[in-house]
T-cell receptor, first 115, second 120 residues
Framework: EAGVAQSPRYKIIEKRQSVAFWCNPISGHATLYWYQQILGQGPKLLIQFQNNGVVDDSQLPKDRFSAERLKGVDSTLKIQPAKLEDSAVYLC?????????????FGQGTRLTVV | AQTVTQSQPEMSVQEAETVTLSCTYDTSENNYYLFWYKQPPSRQMILVIRQEAYKQQNATENRFSVNFQKAAKSFSLKISDSQLGDTAMYFCAFLGPGTYSGAGSYQLTFGKGTKLSVIP
């Protein structure tokens, strides 16, 4: 079974530029999560989808971050414009169903450096 | 809102010895799940072990076991016979009802992690 795929693995951009990350969850997984992991900290949830609908985006900085999950499969996370404090690893995860007793499988993440 | 606290930023253990990583959490919920995830330098987060709050019996997975104290809101991870491949960041995580009021959301909240080094 293929795991959660993310691209790119690394990205370096200047502040005020825009950037997009892509995630392909495990086939058949209805729930998709985007996490931000700043160096030395645990992952922080940005947004979670159930199929193509947003369930929770309460911690997403909506003035600069956006995410979509068209057709309930792939997802993209965009930052526009980027700030220095956005430097982090962005992790995508998926789970089969929504709710309890559902293990979240993680991708390898995208390391973003804003200079 | 749920919070997860890992009070040990770094720990080390000799190969083949036993080590215990601590985790405490704060919640007003009664039904929830707790997890320990391992994150090696490759950054891939891997589930190590999970515990259902309604189960009194502590979970065990091979060399990994937990000590779940619900009343104390404590969830520690014990690694027996430590191996070099156990070197990684370990995150304690809580899965419970989210804080978003718009729907019955479930939120997976992580602690800050403990960096474990296994010394040959």
């Amino acid at each position: 079974e293929a795991g959660v795929a993310q691209s790119p693995r690394y990205k370096i951009i200047e502040k005020r530029q825009s950037v997009a990350f892509w995630c392909n969850p495990i086939s058949g997984h209805a729930t998709l999560y985007w996490y931000q992991q700043i160096l030395g900290q645990g992952p922080k949830l940005l947004i979670q989808f159930q199929n193509n609908g947003v369930v929770d985006d309460s911690q997403l900085p909506k003035d600069r971050f956006s995410a979509e999950r068209l057709k309930g499969v792939d997802s993209t996370l965009k930052i526009q414009p980027a700030k220095l404090e956005d430097s982090a690893v962005y992790l995508c995860a998926s789970s089969l169903v929504y709710g309890f007793n559902t293990e979240a499988f993680f991708g390898q993440g995208t390391r973003l450096t804003v200079v | 809102a749920q919070t997860v606290t890992q009070s040990q930023p770094e720990m080390s253990v000799q190969e083949a010895e036993t080590v215990t990583l601590s985790c405490t959490y704060d919640t007003s919920e009664n039904n929830y799940y707790l997890f320990w995830y391992k994150q090696p330098p490759s950054r891939q987060m891997i589930l190590v072990i999970r515990q259902e709050a309604y189960k009194q019996q502590n979970a065990t997975e091979n060399r990994f076991s937990v000590n779940f104290q619900k009343a104390a809101k404590s969830f520690s991870l014990k690694i027996s016979d430590s191996q070099l491949g156990d070197t990684a960041m370990y995150f304690c995580a809580f899965l419970g009802p989210g804080t978003y009021s718009g729907a019955g959301s479930y939120q997976l909240t992580f602690g800050k992690g403990t960096k474990l080094s296994v010394i040959p």
